[in-house]
Every structure is written in C-alpha cells, then in structure tokens.
C-alpha cells in the first residue's frame, strides 16, 4: 500500500475526475465536498489517508447536521466521500474503505415540480423573439434532455429527425427523436446562430463562445420571473416532459430510454403526480 498526505490525494482525485470525464460542476462539488472532509480531518490532527476510520467520518458528517446541512445534503457528501474512496483503492493508498460502514440519513424526496400548460405556454410565449432561448426552451421542453446534455449538443449532433446525446456523467449515448416545434424552433435559431470556427457547439454567444450551463439556466429563470411562474428551475422542464408524455400513455420503458435512465424505477416515481394515463402508445405529442 502506499502512502501519500490528505491535500495530494485531494487534488489528484480532481485530475481522476477530469480523466474520467466528469462534468466541471461535478469536479467542483466533489473537490469543495472532499476539500471540507479534509480540513475537518486536519483539525483531528489526521493527515495520511490510511489514518481515517469511520468515526472520523460519521464525527464529520455529525459537524454538518450540527451546522444546519439537510439530510439530502450530508447524503451527498456521503456518496463524495465514496467516489473520493473508490479513487483511493484503485490508486493503493488504502485497502479498507470506513465510507462503506457510513449510512446515508432518510429524506423524503420532493415531488417534482411539473409545470401547467398555461405555465409553459406563457414561458414559450415570453421568449418567443428571443431566438436562442426560445430554441433552448423547446429543445428541454420537447424533448426531455438534461441541460448539460443541451449545452454540450453539437452541430453534426442534429439532422433532421434526431439529436445524438453524448455520452455524460455516467450516462451513454442515444438518440433523441426531434418533434415538429422543437425542430422548427432549432431551424430558426440555426438561421440567425453566429457564424463562427472557434466552437461547434449549437448553443454559443454572440462573440462565438460556448453558452455556458450557469449562462443558461440564468436566462431561462429570467423567463420565469417575466412570466410570474414561482418556484420553477430549468430541470422542471423535463419533469413536465416526463409528466407530460406519462399521462398520454407513452410506455415506460420507451420514455425511460429517451430520457437515459439507469433504472426503470426512476421513470416510474413520476406515475405518482399524473393521475390517470392514457392507453399505451410509443407515439410522442408535442406540449
């Protein structure tokens, strides 16, 4: 086994991540999560890795309830500390992972915000001369995509039928089929798009940069505001997708594959918000 000090194996966990080709906002919320552990640690007087037990943790995440942290939140340092961990075996410098031994606290999860048609009429309408936004709304909206997976889509990702989503995270490849308003809305903002050789990205800046997430979704809570529409984010756009097409009667298993999926189980706890669906069809409506 090898030996190596908390703040090296912190920032080599930070290039493991880049190698793995994690998001930018996964890096940073695991590299403040482990930076947090780390810095508990050092007040222990705990500077080798192999040094940590499990009381170290469970006394840690203990700090945090005391400091006000939600359960969700602590269950998410949990599984920070368990990817810090996996990094740590695969590399040597431990044989023995204490964050196995450490148990996620219960929390209720809450239910997805799905916005009304008059809801996401309004936001259409609102951004309607607004022609990168109005694309970005009808892409999320009309087909379910993650926001990341939006802002990293590529001009050879489009034709005319489908959008290829990039393998990211740990989600794989697919293809999402592009209905009539989501491929018109696209077709308009490609027309007007800045012509530019720095980035192929479909979503850029005037000055041909990529549109960033954080950029995005700013804008788009803009829109929120403009239309008085309370406590609705970006994300909230595919749980309406989701809701939407559910309740038409869009089989499980063929919606759970467009979205990207790990598991079924995902796609069915939204059966609980939509009231009765409609006969089983693989037919997708627009919203």
Excluded: W
């Amino acid at each position: 086994m090898k030996t190596i000090i908390l703040k090296d194996a912190h920032e080599q966990f930070k290039n493991y991540l880049q190698e793995k080709k994690r998001s930018n906002a996964t890096i940073v919320a695991y590299g403040k999560d482990i930076n947090q552990l780390i810095s508990f640690l050092e007040e222990l007087k705990i500077n080798q890795i192999h040094q940590v037990t499990k009381d170290n943790l469970e006394a840690f995440l203990a700090k945090l309830q005391r400091g006000g942290y939600t359960a969700k939140s602590i269950s998410r340092k949990i599984n920070s500390t368990r990817t810090f961990y996996r990094f740590l075996k695969i590399s040597e410098y431990v044989t023995d992972d204490p964050s196995l031994l450490v148990t996620h606290p219960r929390y209720q999860l809450a239910p997805p915000r799905i916005l009304a048609p008059t809801e996401y009429r309004a936001l259409r309408d609102a951004a309607r001369n607004d022609l990168r936004i109005f694309a970005v709304i009808e892409l999320l909206l009309q087909t379910g995509i993650r926001i990341g997976e939006l802002a990293t889509l590529q001009l050879q990702d489009v034709n005319n039928e489908t959008l290829r989503i990039r393998p990211c995270e740990k989600h794989e490849e697919r293809l999402v089929s592009l209905n009539k308003a989501a491929k018109e809305a696209l077709k308009k903002y490609l027309e007007i798009r800045p012509k530019t050789k720095e980035d192929d990205r479909i979503f850029i800046t005037k000055s041909g940069k990529p549109f960033l997430i954080r950029n995005i979704r700013t804008a788009i809570e803009r829109y929120f505001r403009v239309c008085d529409i309370k406590n609705a984010k970006v994300n909230d756009l595919r749980h309406t997708f989701v809701a939407h097409h559910l309740k038409q009667g869009v089989s499980l298993v063929v919606l759970s594959k467009i979205l990207g999926h790990k598991r079924l189980s995902t796609t069915e706890r939204y059966l609980q918000f939509i009231g009765e669906r409609g006969k089983e069809n693989i037919n997708l409506t627009e919203l």
